[in-house]
């Protein structure tokens, strides 16, 4: 931009100075010199994964959705898309899987409670993975926390499946974006174990269990929440 700015403004001067005759190459330099500079963007959470060969974006179309039992009046669908945005209003509780099973992968996505979420304290959601067996709530799977405390930690969500993990609470605190701004996650699962990155920052890991597959979900725990880029890529080593 700042090149063709530059072009631009020595034509112009070049077309005003030819009445005077051609422009000497101490004027062409002059011109160049008074172009304002052009700040570069800064990096934002919304480029940090622009570019990436092998990941499959995913949309709202691309997961089946499972609702449990809501014991409020629910106005409206609970999980909706718009502008690249997957919406969920939190009620009922339940969740959105993939439609295919996944092994082996790396999933990457951006999250963020709305600022209306702030009435309460510590919002919560997940992101659910080796989802087998029935559908309930809650389902068979692991699941890394969405939940604004407890954020990328990684828990179990079977009382039959026990799971040693390794977790930093300071890195959390130190890289978590606050309700209503975007926290990013990357999630890298291998053989069973989990490693959860936030924001660019490793915060845990798990130990492999005896779940090695299954679908991968998204949580409706209460609360409004937002999800966009969500991003799939199969691991084959």
């Given at each position: 931009m700042k090149t063709q700015l530059s072009f631009v403004l020595l034509m112009l001067l070049t077309c005003l100075l030819s009445a005077c005759g051609k422009p000497t190459e101490e004027q062409k330099k002059?011109?160049?010199?008074?172009?304002?500079?052009?700040?570069?963007?800064?990096?934002?959470?919304?480029?940090?994964?622009?570019?990436?060969?092998?990941?499959?974006?995913?949309?709202?179309?691309d997961f089946e959705e499972f609702a449990g039992k809501s014991k409020e009046p629910v106005s409206g669908?609970?999980?909706?898309?718009?502008?690249?945005?997957?919406?969920?209003?939190?009620?009922?509780?339940?969740?959105?899987?993939?439609?295919?099973?996944?092994?082996?992968?790396?999933?990457?996505?951006?999250?963020r409670f709305p600022e209306s979420a702030e009435k309460n304290a510590d919002p919560n959601t997940g992101f659910l993975f080796y989802i087998t067996g029935e559908n309930r709530v809650w389902p068979k799977c692991l699941e890394v926390q969405g939940k604004y405390s407890e954020m990328a930690h990684i828990k179990s969500n079977s009382k039959?499946?026990?799971?040693?993990?390794?977790?930093?609470?300071?890195?959390?605190?130190?890289?978590?974006?606050p309700i209503g701004e975007w926290n990013a996650i990357e999630v890298v699962c291998k053989d069973g174990a989990l490693t959860s990155v936030l924001n660019g920052t490793e915060i845990a890991t798990s130990k492999p269990s005896e779940l090695k597959d299954g679908f991968f979900g998204l949580q409706s725990e209460g609360n409004p929440v937002e999800f966009r880029n969500i991003r799939i890529q199969e691991l084959t080593d």
């Open positions: 002059e011109a160049l010199n008074e172009v304002p500079a052009i700040d570069e963007p800064e990096k934002t959470i919304e480029s940090l994964f622009e570019v990436e060969d092998g990941f499959t974006i995913l949309h709202l179309k669908k609970n999980w909706t898309e718009q502008d690249g945005i997957i919406s969920c209003q939190g009620q009922p509780r339940g969740y959105i899987y993939t439609r295919v099973a996944l092994g082996n992968c790396t999933v990457r996505l951006e999250y039959d499946i026990t799971l040693e993990v390794t977790d930093n609470p300071e890195a959390r605190e130190k890289v978590r974006r």
